[in-house]
């Protein structure tokens, strides 16, 4: 199979004159009109040495062009690299797309126009790590920064970015801290049962190489790097007048105010073509924390029925239609555990193309489980999006476990120990069970075995 990184960079349908959604008979009807056309025995005699010259050229394009759209491998192959071009003009913002499958299972990270959603833990703990870490990457990659909230002051929320680790002295002291915290129960050699001794090694998927950076949750990203960003805030408490008055049934004000200066950003920033952008290949990221609490003006925490029930969901039906027009990406934290009316969770999922829940272990039986002790929490896959298709896939990973430690937060695949102990109850072992076995292929990166977020 001929590689789609080694086939030259030339529009081998415009050589042939052919329009991409052609099939193969066209394909060869034109092919064998261009090549008696500009074949070197069919030129006149007293034409140019220079013309025969251009002749001939053209006459081994023609020929290569076949070689390549003339084979159903090799064609396929082409137009998956023709995609994979239009992709990495306009995204995704960090990674590549494994386009063959059309899914997410090589590289990671957010597609140009998409909502990531994320389900608040219970005490908020973990959230907004993951939060602070998709800003520290853009600003390390020199995107522009959107940030709302109607709890923190964003320039607050900018001073307690994790720093990032650049160089690769760095990097060994960050595995080096990895094998520090490793648990001296895992440096024993584990007795496993005979049944389990000749079955096949879990095979993690496929792994690409590493985009994004580490980041060090113990320090804070340098003041340097904040200065030299390009960032907008938008504060709810100084965006809002307690005087404002909307109609009934119609969003709330801060989620008016909030569209508004979304879309004016980007206006003038130029991410939506109307003006030149300032910065090449430059990507707007937009982080909304909290979004639905109270604190915004939302009543759907409050009661499980309410009389302005669409708001949410009328406010990410027109976010989707900016990002979906724009160089953009977004990134929400909602607590959705505190949401009353389940309708509402359901068409908030529907409207977002990513969703992932984080499951604490703080206040639950979960935190003294044994089974559980060297983890936080779990990652729960709710959705995550399909390219080019109407529906979102469900990832067959439905739980990934987390654990911060000092200045590491990590994700690793839940694996069912092979020697369970006797204290344990029964329900635990089938809780952790039934977790295990839903663990299919894999998910990203992540489920791949990585120990650090990519982002």
């Not at 973990?126 to 709302?148: D, M, Q, R, W």
């Not at 907008?232 to 909307?246: C, D, M, Q, R, Y």
């Amino acid at each position: 199979m001929m590689a789609a990184e080694q086939m030259p960079k030339k529009d081998w349908y415009s050589i042939l004159g052919a329009d991409p959604s052609a099939n193969m008979s066209d394909l060869k009807e034109k092919y064998q009109k261009l090549i008696l056309m500009y074949h070197p025995d069919k030129q006149s005699t007293d034409v140019s040495a220079g013309t025969v010259e251009e002749c001939v050229q053209k006459f081994i394009e023609i020929d290569q062009a076949w070689k390549i759209l003339g084979n159903e491998e090799t064609k396929r192959e082409y137009d998956l690299q023709r995609c994979e071009d239009d992709l990495r003009n306009i995204g995704p913002v960090d990674a590549q797309v494994y386009l063959e499958e059309m899914s997410w299972n090589e590289g990671g990270g957010l597609a140009i126009g998409t909502v990531l959603l994320i389900e608040e833990d219970k005490y908020n703990i973990y959230s907004p790590l993951l939060f602070k870490c998709f800003l520290a990457e853009g600003i390390v990659n020199g995107h522009t920064l959107l940030v709302a909230s109607a709890k923190e002051d964003p320039a607050n929320i900018l001073q307690e970015l994790p720093a990032p680790l650049l160089d690769d002295n760095s990097k060994k002291e960050f595995d080096e801290d990895v094998y520090n915290h490793k648990t001296p129960e895992s440096n024993i050699k584990m007795k496993i049962a005979w049944r389990y001794q000749l079955l096949p090694k879990m095979e993690i998927g496929p792994v690409s190489s590493r985009f994004g950076h580490y980041y060090d949750a113990s320090k804070r990203i340098p003041q340097e790097l904040i200065e030299a960003s390009n960032w907008h805030g938008f504060f709810l408490p100084e965006k809002v007048s307690s005087t404002l008055k909307v109609e009934p049934c119609s969003l709330t004000p801060g989620y008016i105010k909030l569209l508004q200066f979304i879309q004016n950003i980007i206006s003038e920033e130029g991410f939506d073509g109307s003006n030149p952008q300032k910065k090449q290949r430059n990507v707007l990221r937009i982080g909304i924390q909290n979004l639905g609490s109270p604190l915004w003006g939302d009543d759907i925490c409050c009661a499980e029925n309410v009389s302005n029930s669409h708001s949410l969901t009328k406010f990410l039906y027109v976010l989707r239609g900016l990002l979906r027009t724009s160089l953009s990406a977004c990134i929400i934290t909602m607590p959705t555990h505190l949401i009353q009316n389940k309708a509402i969770i359901a068409r908030v999922t529907n409207l977002s193309d990513i969703v992932i829940g984080l499951e604490s272990f703080i206040g639950s039986e979960r935190e003294t489980n044994t089974l559980y002790k060297d983890y936080h929490g779990l990652i729960h896959i709710r959705q995550i999006p399909r390219l080019n298709n109407l529906i979102c896939d469900e990832s067959d990973v439905k739980d990934l476990a987390f654990k911060l430690k000092r200045k590491l937060f990590t994700i690793e695949r839940l694996h069912l120990p092979p020697d369970l102990s006797d204290t344990v109850s029964r329900s635990s072992k089938q809780d952790l069970a039934e977790s295990t076995k839903r663990l299919g292929p894999g998910c990203g990166m992540m489920a791949g075995g990585k120990k650090h977020l990519d982002f």
